[in-house]
């Protein structure tokens, strides 16, 4: 179990994550919530603490609207608790193996965006029929397990080890990571509207006309 194999907590004075990080972060959970993408106690966020080899990560919480910098936790790349003020999410391990299988990512967003959910727990293609639709063509699929497993949060490191935006979490809905909070949010939210796209597409049994190859492939290297 996570909460087993976490060493001691060590509570320093002075919280090593900025209180910058800790308002970009606050500012991203806000806006996810506003967005309806947010269920009501599901979603977490972190943030990649430059110069440390840390993160800071929001805590496990009934009410995803009201975090404050006061239930921030900041964690190791070991997975030791630097600075505990709330309970961490259960999913930090898995925020953590991306951090160490990808150096560019500096910002997480996990959330069980509904739409988006439907897709993977469904196993629904995603053709490029926007622009926004474009990064997400070839997205990771995770398959289900417990999320307290530790091989399932090496798992989902390992299928955004290639340099994928997000990733379909099967039955735990999608994660989305960037160079920073406002593109891994940008991509949460890109990725759920694209989802309610194809969504009414299929229930209006209708095939979505996708993109033109050549300008796929002008845009893949070209948005987000």
Request: hydrophobic share 50%; glycine share 8%; proline share 7%.
């Amino acid at each position: 179990m996570i909460g087993e194999s976490m060493a001691r907590v060590v509570e320093p004075a002075v919280l090593v994550g900025s209180t910058n990080l800790a308002l970009e972060i606050i500012s991203s959970f806000e806006s996810l919530a506003k967005s309806g993408i947010l269920g009501a106690s599901v979603g977490d966020v972190s943030l990649r603490v430059p110069g440390a080899d840390s993160m800071l990560i929001t805590p496990s919480t009934p009410f995803v609207e009201h975090v404050d910098e006061s239930d921030l936790v900041e964690v190791g790349m070991n997975g030791r608790l630097l600075h505990k003020r709330g309970r961490p999410t259960f999913l930090m391990q898995m925020h953590l193996a991306i951090y160490k299988q990808r150096p560019d990512v500096h910002a997480i967003v996990h959330c069980h965006a509904p739409v988006a959910t439907v897709l993977g727990i469904c196993e629904l293609p995603i053709p490029p029929v926007t622009f926004d639709a474009v990064p997400f063509v070839d997205l990771p699929r995770v398959p289900a397990a417990l999320v307290q497993d530790g091989q399932w949060a090496q798992e989902v490191g390992a299928h955004l080890a290639g340099g994928a935006p997000a990733a379909l979490l099967l039955s735990n809905g999608i994660v989305a990571v960037g160079e920073d909070a406002r593109q891994a949010v940008r991509r949460t939210l890109a990725l759920e509207e694209t989802a309610r796209i194809l969504v009414v597409c299929y229930l209006l049994q209708q095939v979505p006309v996708a993109l033109p190859s050549q300008a796929v492939e002008i845009l893949r290297d070209s948005l987000f």
